[in-house]
């Protein structure tokens, strides 16, 4: 059981939950109730409470737990979802109360772990920087990869700045608004992906239907086109899924190194992942990441720098780059990367 009152801290000072003001209304609830604070407690160690909890009842409502909170909820009741007022907090509380075992059992066996496929801008990104500098063949590796979606970042269309990339007949379409987009690499010279290999805690298994509703469930309730979007990434991705190994990175690390053809370079990459790493486990964490350029030049892309502030003034995260020559942040996004503000640096010769 977690300590309360660092509950309570982590639902005060949340951030990123912008585009949901059914969850930023309930943050609030949650702090100041503690016996919602005492069952976002049963979280797993080293996950976010706050997502952990909300996805927990989301799930519940979406498998059809009959419940006058789902009156709420877009993605269950669609363009009729009442608007957030003053009786969302004790629907959720009672809701939490009714079904706390159920809640508790879900905190206490799933992990945060959706990887929303609109981050799978990030890795192509990486792709498209590294073929300015090797023509060769790459290796691919992300952290946290949860079902792989992103790794399947060479099989998605996307529209960034106005510009068509990828697979244009991919059912999985991204749009990205960036602006200064003249400064982003050209994201269709991409080189030759010799390999490529996940690593998460517990991957879900796209065949099995819980595994996916409990992905569908950490989407927001009313990011509608984020869950379309993630359905058709796991369609096109059961259908070739990526090798992925299952276990702590701090501990497999080496091996999933060591599975990599020698002397390649090779991109790295965890998107919203170091934030569920314990704290006392992150500067492992980030030893067995820098680890991955032992046997290969490295390439290493992180969209994990909160607090960050985007040149036209809207608060993000940092996408740092890090490789032999150092660390720099080469733009300013939002978490869920709807937006990418690129930086001067993100041209820096390297």
């Not at 960034?160 to 990205?176: E, F, K, L, M, Q």
């Not at 009313?222 to 070739?240: F, I, T, W, Y």
């Not at 965890?270 to 490295?298: L, Q, Y």
Request: charged letters at 20%; hydrophobic letters at 45%; proline letters at 9%.
């Amino acid at each position: 059981m977690r300590d309360i009152e660092k509950v309570a801290e982590t639902f005060r000072t949340a951030r990123g939950f912008g585009s949901s003001a059914l969850y930023s209304r309930l943050l609030a609830v949650v702090a100041e109730d503690e016996a919602l604070l005492h069952l976002a407690a049963r979280t797993r160690h080293g996950q976010q409470p706050t997502f952990a909890l909300f996805g927990a009842v989301h799930h519940l409502l979406l498998g059809g737990v009959p419940d006058p909170l789902a009156a709420y909820y877009p993605s269950v009741v669609g363009d009729s979802a009442r608007p957030v007022d003053e009786e969302t907090g004790p629907a959720f509380a009672r809701f939490c109360a009714a079904y706390a075992g159920q809640i508790a059992s879900l905190l206490g066996t799933r992990l945060v772990q959706t990887n929303h496929v609109q981050r799978a801008v990030v890795p192509r990104l990486g792709l498209a920087l590294l073929r300015r500098t090797t023509p060769g063949p790459v290796c691919v590796v992300e952290v946290g990869c949860s079902a792989g979606l992103n790794l399947r970042a060479d099989r998605y269309a996307f529209t960034v700045g106005g510009a068509s990339y990828g697979d244009r007949t991919s059912p999985v379409h991204i749009g990205v608004e960036v602006p200064e987009a003249d400064l982003l690499p050209d994201l269709d010279q991409l080189p030759e992906i010799a390999d490529a290999v996940g690593i998460d805690l517990a991957p879900p298994d796209l065949t099995d239907e819980e595994d996916r509703a409990w992905l569908r469930a950490l989407v927001w309730p009313e990011n509608r086109h984020q869950a379309a979007q993630l359905r058709a990434a796991m369609d096109v991705v059961a259908a070739d899924p990526p090798r992925i190994l299952a276990g702590n990175a701090i501990e497999i690390g080496p091996e999933a190194a060591a599975t990599l053809p020698p002397g390649l370079p090779r991109l790295v990459v965890h998107t919203a992942t170091r934030i569920h790493v314990p704290a006392e486990e992150r500067p492992a964490f980030d030893a067995a990441v820098a680890a991955f350029g032992t046997d290969g030049p490295m390439l290493h892309l992180a969209l994990e720098d909160d607090q960050r502030v985007a040149p036209s003034g809207r608060p993000g995260y940092g996408l740092t780059a890090t490789d032999a020559t150092g660390r720099r942040t080469i733009a300013v996004a939002d978490g869920h990367l709807a937006w990418l503000e690129p930086l001067p640096a993100i041209n820096d010769p390297r």
